[in-house]
């Protein structure tokens, strides 16, 4: 099983990136999936999460209108678009696969079966 995250980078307030998860070793069409983020000292956060035919969404109120998920299923992928970044966004961003079929994507790490190793994220002021 491997998830690799990638896109990460250094932007400015108010920049974008397109973070990307390449999945492989499991059957990701039957995987809810899901974006966290997580700074030094603290918890890992959700961020946003996506059902498994990648019809259904849902967001953390802080990112919620900024931020977009997406996955493609035929080349085993999903995607977090970050708009309007701020500096609070900071953050390693982790890409996870849930094997259940909860809506909407839980947004409690526990619940996750597989994880990437993350991407950095820095927003400067």
């Known amino acids: 099983v491997q998830l690799q995250a990638s896109g990460g980078g250094l932007v400015q307030t108010g920049g974008s990136l397109r973070l990307s998860c390449t999945v492989s070793g499991f059957d990701f069409s039957n995987y809810v999936m899901g974006w966290f983020r997580q700074t030094p000292g603290k918890e890992r956060e959700f961020v946003a999460g996506i059902t498994r035919g990648g019809k259904n969404t849902n967001y953390a109120d802080s990112v919620k209108g900024r931020f977009t998920i997406s996955r493609d299923n035929a080349i085993s992928m999903v995607y977090l678009q970050l708009n309007s970044l701020k500096p609070e966004d900071t953050a390693v961003y982790y890409c996870?696969?849930?094997?259940?079929?909860?809506?909407?994507?839980?947004?409690?790490?526990?619940?996750?079966?597989?994880w990437g190793q993350g991407t950095l994220v820095t927003v400067s002021s």
């Open positions: 996870a696969a849930d094997r259940s079929t909860r809506w909407p994507a839980s947004p409690y790490a526990a619940h996750y079966d597989y």
